[in-house]
């Protein structure tokens, strides 16, 4: 791994945060219909997405992140 990601996931309702680093190095499995965001916090950053299908363009939604009302300043 390198460097130091915070992935968030939210339901809907809540919001479930980990930073992950070489320090907190971990396999992460999301749930269908969740909303997945990240951002990178040193100055390279690598997350590997593992998936068991196929990508399917039709099945995503994207959204602007400042419609979950997140605050990434305070992590």
């Given at each position: 791994m390198t460097g130091e990601v915070e992935l968030v996931v939210h339901n809907g309702f809540d919001f479930f945060n980990v930073k992950l680093s070489?320090?907190?190095?971990q396999r992460l499995t999301v749930e269908p219909d969740l909303w997945v965001a990240f951002r990178g916090l040193s100055n390279e950053n690598i997350v590997r997405?593992?998936?068991?299908?196929?990508?399917d363009s039709n099945e995503i939604e994207n959204?602007?992140?400042?419609?979950?009302?997140?605050d990434w300043s305070g992590t």
């Open positions: 070489k320090g907190n190095y997405n593992l998936a068991s299908i196929e990508h959204v602007h992140l400042n419609a979950f009302y997140y």
